[in-house]
Nanobody
């Protein structure tokens, strides 16, 4: 059975960094393009970053461009999101997604 499990969220001060991980099981990660989504308080879920199946192509929401980096290690079946220069408006639940599969989400809180 396919599973995605996120980790790495937490509380960080503005300007700080976090690295999220998404471990896949039950299917080879390299079958799919992968996405990070987030849902901020009171907002719709939105795509933050996408990466193709090989890791050769990435794309970002304008709000995170230059601050977030998506990457993948297909050998480890793991997706990553490096988040730098975090802002309070980055607070939310972050989800990884592959095709029809979703993780349970990890909370990121940016606050002083």
């Amino acid at each position: 059975q396919a599973h995605l499990v996120e980790s790495g969220g937490g509380l960080v001060q503005p300007g700080g960094s976090l690295r999220l991980s998404c471990a896949a099981s039950g299917f080879p990660l390299n079958w799919y393009d992968m996405n990070w989504y987030r849902q901020r308080p009171g907002k719709e879920r939105e795509v933050v970053a996408v990466i193709d199946s090989t890791g050769g192509s990435t794309n970002y929401a304008d709000s995170v461009k230059g601050r977030f980096t998506i990457s993948r290690d297909n050998a480890k079946n793991t997706l990553y999101l490096q988040m730098d220069s975090l802002k309070s408006e980055d607070t939310g639940v972050y989800y990884c997604n592959a095709n029809v599969y979703w993780g349970q989400g990890t909370q990121v809180t940016v606050s002083s």
